[in-house]
Every structure is written in structure tokens, then in C-alpha cells.
């Protein structure tokens, strides 16, 4: 019925709109013809050859920020000249006061406050999709891709040159850009979009080329025109990038009879390939890929039943891979996350753990990529396609018994991964209509392994719609899943904490042991005003099947669940002598399962706010309340219970980024008066900048949980030892966090930088007044007439077990173990890059991992943390080497 719902509202919105002809522009946008010349250009900085004179320079630029619509402050023009492999622009900042000139020295592509130039080109004069390239004054590089208008992806890395220099009356950059980082459609002539910006940052100063109001939406669509770009040859693009590794890892716990030294030895060949199939097509294909430089993980210990989203950081797969992204949620609440595909199932840890309680177990800790490839571009009539195919390795574990006897395991099987992907722009990209198609196929050998799925399919589409002048915006996305495998498979997806097949009292759910296969759909809906000079708005949807899964190679949280939302903002853009921008919104929600009104799980509303003073310090707060509603994962798998009312309240405030020394801090606190729950959380970050060359970031969070009605790990319900009957026990979890960050950035050259990143990070709970669940009382109103909490008398610890004995006659009927915990980790990565020629690099990396669990709930940072600092580490040192040979 929802889906049918969400198609009849699409085609309204498409009968609404569909006789709209698109607005004629009456500003047209600001042109500029670049020059072809016939000999290449050295590129210095200094804008001192003949030919930069002989070219057009454009020089009107508008701020947006601070002084919205008003001339920039300092003089800014540039000109564009090109041949037959290399676009080159030349930028000429002036500037008034040259010593205030911000220079800052950082690895590529860092978010520093400094000053830049960039140049931005729409080649596919799509109006939705752009390549992007800066400089600061001291050769400091950028480069990023927009996509879809108005989001870009900062893990775009092209091959190119600049150069920048300081100056008397200011400062200048020059770019030389290959056309083959770019993609384009063959052609005699060509005119694409084009951008120039330039930030001041002493001014805090935003100045376009191509102006257009804050109140409109966009990006993208708003460029000027490139013009009398002719006779470009296609270019040749062939880039294949062989690489070597070596590494030594040791740590005194690597030494057991499977593994008798006290160290590991390993090295990888492996190698990179760029084909350009035509202007405006890539292939890349990776073998054996290694990487051991990426920064790792934040640490956690996750108790909640339901997996943690961690964003992707190798570079394979984030390059380029904003094509492959199909969300299924929507703003920034946890389901925002699940989406059709999530790479980081591509070279997973392995999803069986070995284990012996007589001998030893060598794992393995992540499955191996034989190799991968993705298929990338965007045709001249507007089709976006991606293609991405995947093979990782069987692993296997290996098992020596006390009787020397040994023994291979498998932890996961042969796997290949699929994703398809296309997208059709409409209206200069006002109206895209797209698709998605996934695939994951397992060769399952082991009968360990038939809780798997054998082969899992998900499919797709998704329209984004703006209409009414680019006022109004509609967008919807829609997703199928289909999952195949054993009996064993299947019921064990259906009885998993995301799905609750087996929840008692749900009329729409039962548990289907015979099944071979599970379908489901999800998606979500928005309509949304987008433009407007104060008042914004969004009324929108998700939703959740029972039996949707994507999480072979995609991503979600629980199921069975649709959400409904309303949104209104209040905005001001134009400074005042205090203020110089603020907003308010205003949000409401309600959420229910698929069996409808009977089940509705929340009710609430939010109102926030964000301000920035003219200091450029900022300060956002908010206050959030929930009604009483159903909590159907509490029991993860469990008949539902009441969710009393609940408040939060949470603060923000940050200085100026641009000082030398920043801080930003935060705060949150969150209540049920009726059942006791509390949270509360606060966070701080401080960066220094000493130096131009030189940077540290310190950040800290604490975090304390109260919950008074709590599950544990590996949950379920407990058979009464005297009866028989299965009941369902929560607890009371005091638990406490402390997680810190540390990071350095020290930049010899914009080609030789050193990286460190350190994060300690220590968490203790305490289990306490363990208590019953009644049976037939999991919805009553008050919070004590749901349990019986059980006391002294009918308690008893033998100092690892609990001993329950509800009548207190001496006969026991539950037993429970000792849940308390505290963990401790810390991880390190100290890289050193040098980039000793374009797309060439080597790095020296130095990584460190320590942790410890205990069966202990005591929480005290001091001495948690001398005590982590003294654990057993495992040192990592590793050596890459890459070279790139443009064929």
C-alpha cells in the first residue's frame, strides 16, 4: 500500500509540473573565449609570457559572502588559453594589502584557511556536474567533482600542475590542466560551464565570477560560459600505476605454538589501471590492491545489537564513487545511512570466527581483493553509468590442537560483488530519472557456512523533480531486495535483530522455517521548497519493509518501520550589527511498523536554531521531546514495550576556524522522567596552527548512559529452570566513555608531508537491578508495572554468576553471568607521503593497536589509561611505492 501510494503521488507531481516550461533566464551568465595557442606553456606562477596578454581576461567578480550581491573588495581577473592536450589558466589576485595575504603549506586536498583561486569546468555542460581545481599562494593543491548540481566529492584526485606566486601587488596562480581529466563529448566545438572563485580569507570574503543569490538553489547550473574551445583532438588516456609493499608487524602475542615468531613478514605487488575509452568514458581496474595507508577506524565497542556505519576511506572505492551512491535515508538520523551499496562490504572482516578450547587459531582479519573494476562517465546525451564488479578471496583459518595436529576453516567464502548504475538528466538537469542493480553471489562449500546467503539481489530508481520556477523540488527512491539460501539461511535473516520475524503480538509477522528466499522494498519520499530568501520547508517519508535486506553488499538498521516528517525553516542571510546570519527550524514526526495505526513506535518534534555573529563565532542549539509511544527492538525479537516520554536538549558553539588558535564544543543531555533513563554527553576540539606549515587538532568526548532497561550482547529470553517457561530479563547499565582524538599535520612541501592520528579511547559499564519482564504487561503505562525488579532476598552472586530465585523458596529459576565490562584501545598511524613526481608516491607508514577487555564495570580514566599505555602492542611498519606511467 505505501508503495502505491508513494507512485500514485509521483505521477500528481508529474501532472502538476509535466506542461512547465523551463524559465527563461533573463541575466544571462557572464562568457569568456579562451585562446588556443601553439606551443605549450611553462607553468611558474608568474603570468609573465606574451600569450597571457594576447588572451581575453574577464575581471568582475560579486561577493556572496560577506556582502551579499556587492563588488569584491580586491581585483580579481583571469584568462584561459588552451592546445591540444592542456587547458592553462592564469589567475591574478590583487591585492591591497599583500601582507595579509593567507599562505598556508598542507598535504593535497586539506580544508585549510587559507587563501585560494579555483577554476571549476562543466566539460559535459550538463549543468549538474563539474570538475574542480585550486591553488593557494604557496602551490597548495584541491581538486574535487560536483555531482548532482550541488554535492561534490572531495576523493576525486586528477593528474595535474600548478604553481602560485606571492607578488607586490598580490599574488597569482596558473594551472595547467590535461583534457583527459576531463570528460567531454567528441566535437569540433565546444562551449562549456565555467566558475572562477576566489576566497579572501583574512576577509572571510567569498567572490564568484558566475554570481547568484544565496536564496536560489544550486550550484552547478549558475556557471558562466567557456567559449571558442575547437578542434580537440580525442585525448588518449591510458595510466597504469604498478605499485610494491613490504611491511613488519610485531607484538609479543603473535608468538604461539601456530605461530612461533614474534613477528610477520609481508609483502604485496599489486597494480592500478586507467583506460579512457572515449572523451567522456573510464575504466579502472585494480589487482591485488593494498591499503595499508589508509587512517583507521575511530574505536568502539558497539552493544547494541545493530551494526555501526563506517564511512569508506580506501581510495578505489571513494574516488568517483559519488555515481554509486543510492541512499535510502533521509537527513542525518541513523537510517540516513542504508543505502543499496555500501563498499565496505567489498574486503570485509570474514563473517566466521574460528575458535578451539584445545589449540590455537590463526585468522585472518580482513578478506582479500583479487581485484576490482568500475566502468565511469557520462554521455553526451546525459546518460551518468556506472558499472563496479568485484572479487575477494576465500579465507581460511588455521587451527593447531594440543596434539599438533592441524586444521583449515573457513572464514569466508568466494565472493563476487556487481553493482550497476544509471542515471538520465532531463531539463539541463532539473529532472534525472535513475536506476540501480546489485549482486552478490557466494560459493558456499562449508556447512558452517550455509547461515550465509547464497546469492542476494537488490534493484532500484530513483527521480529527483524540480518544478515551479526551481521553487519546489520532488525526489523519491525506491529499492527492492531479494535474498537467497538455506533454510538455515534465511530464517536465521528473519529472526536477526533487524527483522523480529519471530516478535510476539505483531499481526504482519511470523517466522517462516521452510522459506528459501526473503523479499522486501524500501524507500523514501520528499517533497521540499528549496528556494526562497527566508522560508524553506520539506514534507517527506521513509519506510522499511519486514522483509527488506540489503546488507550483503548495501546497508541497513532494523526494519519494518515508516517514518512521516514535516520541516520549516526560517532563514536570514543579510547581516545586522550582531548577527550576521541565523535560521530556525521547526520539525515534527511520527513513526509506526508496517502493521499501521496499532504500532505507532514515536511521535515527536524538534525546534533548533543556528546563529553566526559577525566575530564568524557560531552558536546552534535545540530541544527535542518524544511522546509515549512502542519500542519494538528493545526486546530484539521480543514482543514490543512502551516507550516512555522522553526530552533532550543540545548546544554547539565554535570560534572563528581561521585563528591560529580554534575551538569548537558541545553538549547534550536526555531524560525520561518516568523511567529513569538519562544520557549525557559533551565534546570539545581544539586546533592550533603555530605555524603556516604546521598544525595540531586535539578533540575529547565524554559520554555517561543510565538505562534502566537494557539488553545485552547475544539476548534473548531465558528459560525459568523450575518451569520451563521462556521470559525475557532487562537490566539497569551504568556506563561511561571517554574518547579522545589526537592529530598533526606537518607539511615540509606541498609534495612531502607527515600525518599522525591517535585515538585512546577507554569504556566501563555496570550491570544492576536486573529485573522480569512481565508476561502480558509489556505495554502498561507505568514504567515498574512492565518488570519485577528482583531483590536482595531473591538474589544471589557466587562471583560469576547471578542466581535468581523469584519465590525465594532456594530453588533457582534463572542464571545470569557476569556482564560487566571495560574496554580500552588505542590506534596510531604516523605516514609520511612524498609525492617525487605527478601521480607518483611513496609512503612510510608506522601503525600501533592495543586493547584489553575485562569482565569488570569500574570506570577511572587516570588509571584506564596508564593501564592501556601499558598493554602489549602490536608495532605495523610498511613501505609503498607507486610509479605512473602515462602510456
Known sequence: MRLRGTLSLLLLVTILSGGEKDTEILNLPPSLDALRINSHVRVDGYLEEDVWQQAEHASDFTQRDPLEGEAATERTEFAILYDDEYLYVGVKAFDSDPSGIRSILSRRDEDIPSDWVLVSFDSYNDHRTAFEFWLNPLGVKRDLRRYDDENHDMNWDAIWEGKAAIEEDGWSAEFRIPFRELRFSNGENHAWGLQVYRYISRKNEDDFWAFWPKDETGWVRHYGRLNNLKDIPRQRRIYFAPYTTGSYATAKDYKTPVHPERYDL??????????GIT???????TLNPDFGQVEADPAEL?????ETFFPERRPFFVEGGNIYQYPLGIGDNPMANNTLFYSRRIGRYPHHESDTDSGYVDSPIATTILGAGKLSGKTSSGWSIGVLEAVTAKETALIEYENASTEKETAEPLTNYIVSRVQKDYRQGKTTIGGILTATNRTLEDDHLNWLHRDAYSAGFDIDHLFKDDTYQFSTTIGFSNVYGSREAITETQTSPNHRFQREGAPHLGVDSTATSLSGFAGNMLINKVRGEHWRGALGSWFYSPGFNANDVGFNRNVDNTVQFIWIQYREDDPGKIIRRYQVNFNAYTSFTFAGWDEMSNLGGNVNAGLTFMNYWSLNAGYNVNFRGLNTVGLLGGPAMTEDPSQNVFCFISSDFRKALSANASASTYWSP???????????????????????????SWE??????????????LTDEQTGDEHYLMATLDRSTINATIRFDLSLTPNLTIQYYGNPYVTAGTYSDDKLVLEGQYTEKRFDDRFHTFTEAESNF???E??????????????????????????????????????????????QNMSESLEIGDFNVGSDLRDLFGLNTENIFLIKASYLLNI
Not at 558497539?302 to 545493530?306: E, K
Not at 555517561?704 to 539476548?715: G, I, P
Open 674 to 700: 518516568e523511567s529513569g533513563v538519562r544520557f549525557r554527553n559533551v565534546s570539545a576540539q581544539l586546533t592550533w596552527r603555530p605555524t603556516d606549515y604546521f598544525s595540531l587538532t586535539a578533540s575529547t
Open 798 to 800: 557466587d562471583g560469576q
Open 279 to 285: 572523451n567522456n568514458l573510464t575504466l579502472d581496474l
Open 704 to 717: 555517561h548512559m543510565h538505562d534502566t532497561w537494557t539488553t545485552w550482547d547475544d539476548f534473548g529470553p
Open 302 to 306: 558497539n552493544i547494541s545489537g545493530f
Open 802 to 847: 547471578y542466581h535468581y530465585d523469584l519465590d525465594a523458596n532456594g530453588d533457582v529459576n534463572f542464571i545470569l553471568w557476569n556482564r560487566d565490562f571495560n574496554y580500552k584501545q588505542f590506534s596510531s598511524n604516523l605516514v609520511l607521503r612524498w609525492e617525487y613526481q605527478t601521480g607518483s608516491a611513496i609512503y612510510l607508514v608506522w601503525a
Open 266 to 275: 609481508a609483502s604485496n605487488l599489486g597494480a592500478d589501471l586507467k583506460v
